[in-house]
């Protein structure tokens, strides 16, 4: 059985005896435990089935608590989280040897983020050491943004959720490398390349090995292309997918309306009564708070489709867009199947 409670406390107590635990950051739920046990580590790869070429992030509690886990800090990921964190940012750093290879696939470097949400900080202030958390979810499954939503994909394969809000942001964190030259922004998510650029100049989208990478502007930047190894988390083509099938438009106006289908847009398109659900968003931030759990619901519903409108790629949009692109990729995968 997996226990529920409000308390920090008795979170970290499980943590403290090498237990995992679903707790709430800001961005998604993630399923946590100690960096330095590695029993803990073990059980996580077992419950989500998760690859062991797909590298975890280390939370920390402040900058300090680096020490044990990265070499140094370079000056590029200086800056950054001298402006972003705590927030929805993770940087890759030169990752000591006492790290854990399951924990950076076998990788030269460690991901490292330190999350703003305040009951995951609580928790790490009563444990006094990092703790590693994917997101709590099945590998290759939509992301959980609740705690309900944990235990319908975890239980009984974990042993605690930590009780909190809604994640408030909904998406994964923006991931950086910061030990490349010049940075390369391996992921999009909670913090916009946008803003990054306002701070760091010259980051580039990650590309393919050996591809020549565009320096992204404040405007924007080219898109990314696969890349050979995952240095991060988040960049399987199949990822974050419902078991119903993703379609993407441009515009929905063409679509006809069905009660085994929902619409997820900007767009309002239809009567909503004609739709088996029908979401408009008045903005992409409240599309992308919404996604994961709209997916779920589809799912729990019986949907056949999920259509999605595209928005573009600026700003939040672009992780937006990330997450649709490997929703869809992912549903396509299974239906073929």
Request: hydrophobic share 40%.
């Amino acid at each position: 059985m997996t226990e529920t409670t409000t308390d920090p406390a008795r979170a970290a107590a499980i943590l403290a005896q090498g237990g995992i635990v679903a707790l709430p950051t800001e961005t998604v739920y993630g399923l946590a435990a100690r960096w330095d046990r590695a029993v803990g580590i073990e059980r996580i790869f077992a419950a989500k089935g998760r690859p062991s070429d797909n590298p975890l992030i280390v939370h920390l509690a402040q900058l300090r608590d680096l020490d044990p886990i990265a070499l140094r800090i370079p000056p590029a990921a200086a800056t950054l989280l001298s402006h972003f964190a705590p927030g929805p940012l993770t940087v890759t750093l030169p990752r000591r040897p006492e790290v854990s290879d399951r924990i950076t696939a076998g990788l030269p470097t460690v991901a490292v983020r330190i999350p703003a949400a305040p009951l995951f900080q609580e928790v790490l202030r009563i444990v006094g050491v990092p703790l590693v958390a994917p997101s709590a979810n099945r590998s290759g499954r939509p992301s959980p943004t609740t705690w309900q939503a944990v235990l319908e994909e975890l239980h009984g394969k974990i042993d605690a959720v930590l009780v909190g809000p809604p994640c408030a942001i909904g998406i994964e964190s923006t991931v950086v490398d910061c030990c490349s030259s010049p940075p390369r922004l391996l992921r999009p998510g909670g913090i916009t390349l946008e803003q990054l650029c306002e701070v760091l100049p010259g980051i580039v989208p990650a590309t393919a090995a050996g591809a020549a990478a565009a320096t992204c502007t404040a405007a924007g930047a080219a898109e990314q292309s696969p890349l050979e190894h995952l240095p991060s988390p988040g960049m399987r083509h199949r990822h974050y997918a419902p078991s119903v099938r993703v379609e993407l438009v441009d515009d929905p106006h063409p679509l006809t309306p069905s009660p085994l289908a929902m619409y997820l847009g900007i767009t309002p398109h239809g009567k909503p009564a004609e739709w088996g659900m029908h979401c408009c968003y008045s903005d992409i931030a409240s599309y992308a708070h919404a996604l994961f759990a709209a997916f779920r619901e589809g799912e729990q519903r019986g949907f056949r489709t999920i259509y999605c409108q595209r928005v573009p790629k600026t700003g939040l949009g672009r992780g937006l867009m990330d997450r649709l692109e490997r929703a869809a990729l992912g549903s396509a995968a299974k239906d073929s199947c």
